[in-house]
């Protein structure tokens, strides 16, 4: 109505937040954990030392950082009554189904309602779900392939364990491949944290209702699966399979996502606060090069992805829209290589988003922020009176 909105003054804004864990610039593709950036953490740091400087605020010291891998491991054995949920999924089930139920039946076992202001028994809750949900992805996978569930191998490191947990075969002897192992670790350090994103703002608005920690990250989980979200790396590859199908015609479906009649849009591209290249889309692009090149792997979808990239970056209706590659674009391309099936890809960007995803829990609850409540514009009906059914 043109009216003057104005918020109560005892409105608490919980429509945004301040937080100190992540800072990203989308107009210069500046993106820092902590303060560090994202091109030195994916060159210099693993897994789970950006794991523990996103949670604990700093770069673990040599003694902390081996504590912490020795916790997760001691961690890493999941309940039997949790194998028995695994085997009662149907084949057919959703990887992205199976993690976000298991996570949050993880929450049955342990409500996960942490003291955070107890920094042991959050420590606790992060190196449990640290040490159980990578079991529980490598255990999805190999439920639907119908290999038996197994735990890997203990001395090997976390990232390392990961793939064998999920590619050990039962018949021959599991050949570690280096350069796998390190592309997956960039992986993960690449999606580990993004600040206020759709799953990162689920997670902390349900654990402001002080929902446990694990049920906050079972919504996260949830929340990531949409194809506009997480699920896009997954969407990218099946569209990236559906051009090669039709013959590698870029040029078609370049027109297809810029007619407003078709609902098609080039998956892997845009971003809500890149308006500039995902930095993060960078370093994955020329990793899904260093590996292809180093297994001499020749994926034509690799040379289709490059084709649409550079098709877009000269078009000016992508130019106007500021429309650039974004995380999701080539991730897809080296868990392929791993030889990680399409409908796991989310599942492997929630494995890299945890440790994000329990940071931003943890400052939320720390901050004792109030009950998420975002506000509304009301736009519907003035106040009108009740019609008995037989006059309607
Ligand atoms: C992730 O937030 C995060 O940080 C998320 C993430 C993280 O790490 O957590 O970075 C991970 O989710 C990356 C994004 C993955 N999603 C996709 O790749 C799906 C395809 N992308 C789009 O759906 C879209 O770009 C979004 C959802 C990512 C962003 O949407 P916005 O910011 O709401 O942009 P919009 O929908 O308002 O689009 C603006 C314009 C529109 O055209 P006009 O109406 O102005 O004419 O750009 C067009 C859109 O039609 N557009 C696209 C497009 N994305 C936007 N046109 C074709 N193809 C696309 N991919």
Redesign the pocket.
């Known amino acids: 109505t043109g009216g003057v909105i104005t918020l109560d003054p005892g409105y608490k804004n919980t429509g945004s937040c301040e937080s100190a864990i992540t800072f990203l610039d989308g107009e210069k593709g500046i993106l820092r954990y902590r303060g560090y950036s994202i091109e030195e953490l994916a060159e210099k740091a693993d897994f789970l030392e950006v794991a523990y400087l996103l949670i604990f605020g700093e770069l673990p010291t040599k003694d902390q950082n081996d504590k912490f891998h020795d916790d997760i491991k001691a961690q890493s054995l999941v309940d039997d009554d949790i194998r028995k949920i695994v085997d009662a999924f149907p084949k057919s089930a959703h990887p992205m189904g199976i993690i976000s139920s298991l996570t949050s039946a993880l929450t049955a076992f342990n409500p996960g309602s942490v003291n955070v202001d107890s920094e042991e028994d959050m420590y606790k809750s992060v190196v449990k779900i640290m040490g159980k949900l990578p079991v529980l992805v490598a255990w999805t996978l190999r439920k639907k392939q119908g290999l038996p569930l197994d735990y890997g191998d203990k001395n090997l490191g976390y990232v390392e364990n990961v793939l064998k947990m999920m590619f050990k075969s039962p018949n021959e002897e599991y050949k570690q491949n280096q350069i796998l192992v390190d592309a997956l670790d960039k992986l993960l350090i690449l999606?580990a944290d993004?600040?206020q994103?759709?799953?990162?703002s689920t997670v902390r608005i349900v654990g402001s209702a002080h929902a446990g920690l694990f049920a906050s990250l079972s919504a996260g989980i949830s929340a990531l699966w949409g194809?506009?979200?997480?699920g896009?790396n997954q969407?990218?590859l099946e569209m990236l399979e559906a051009i090669k199908e039709d013959g590698g015609d870029t040029k078609k479906y370049m027109a297809k996502?810029?007619d407003?009649n078709d609902p098609f849009?080039?998956?892997?591209?845009?971003?809500?606060?890149?308006k500039n290249f995902?930095p993060?889309a960078r370093i994955i692009k020329k990793a899904a090069d260093e590996v292809l090149g180093d297994l001499g792997i020749e994926d034509p979808i690799l040379d289709i992805a490059k084709g649409l990239e550079k098709e877009a970056l000269e078009d000016q209706?992508?130019v106007d829209?500021k429309?650039y590659p974004?995380?999701?674009?080539y991730s897809g391309i080296i868990y392929r290589a791993m030889g990680i099936p399409t409908d796991m890809f989310t599942v492997m960007f929630a494995l890299g988003?945890l440790p994000g995803w329990i940071a931003q829990w943890r400052e939320m609850r720390l901050r004792k922020e109030p009950i998420g409540r975002p506000r509304q514009l009301y736009i519907g009906e003035t106040e009108r009176s009740f019609i008995p059914i037989y006059n309607r």
Do not use: I, Q
Not at 197 to 200: E, I
Not at 326 to 329: A, C, E, H, L, R
């Open positions: 999606h993004h600040e994103n759709c799953s990162t194809p506009l979200h997480g896009a969407a990218v996502a810029k407003k849009r080039l998956m892997g591209f845009g971003h809500r606060v890149y995902d993060r209706y992508f829209r429309l974004n995380v999701d674009f988003r």
